[in-house]
């Protein structure tokens, strides 16, 4: 069987208090990749990153863009994803580098067994292109009679 690779995200990370990404981040999907690893590169970025395929074949790789280097958000940016061992093997496509993406957000209230009023409020969601995995979730409650 051949080698099989998708380029899920292209976003563009942006630190705290920066207006332009200074990295860039690909997510993807690789099967079959002889030695479980992808290499990830880009024209815009200074080198390329070896990422790791992991058991459900997901790939996660971070480019740091050179020195003085700028990309907007929104600007389209070609990447490459190839088999490690087999460089013949590889994706290539342009995307749009998406920054604070929103891919999923969802809300379910939490209600204690036995009462019929929810008392907490759970949010789950994908957000891509943040400088970390931390995200800060806010809510204003108002008290209804």
């Known amino acids: 069987m051949a080698c099989v690779i998708n380029i899920t995200a ?3 990370i942006v630190q705290p208090g920066q207006m332009n ?3 860039i981040r690909v997510l993807g999907t690789a099967f079959q990749c002889p ?3 992808v290499l990830v590169t880009s024209p815009a970025a200074s080198g390329g990153q070896t990422a790791n395929v992991d ?5 996660r790789a971070e480019l740091p863009l050179p020195a003085g280097q700028t990309l907007q958000c929104g600007q389209v940016v070609a990447v490459r994803v190839a088999c490690a061992a087999q460089p013949n093997c590889f994706k290539d496509d342009q995307k749009p580098l998406e920054c604070c ?5 969802f809300f ?5 067994l036995g ?3 929810p008392n907490a409020l759970q949010v789950s969601g994908t957000l891509l292109g943040c400088p970390s995995d931390t995200v800060v979730i806010g809510s204003s409650v108002c008290e209804t009679r």
């Open 10 to 12: 292209v976003n563009g």
């Open 21 to 23: 990404p200074d990295t």
């Open 35 to 37: 030695g479980g690893q």
């Open 55 to 59: 058991v459900n074949g997901r790939f």
């Open 101 to 105: 993406q929103v891919t999923q957000l």
């Open 108 to 112: 379910q209230a939490v209600t204690p």
């Open 115 to 117: 009462s019929l009023a």
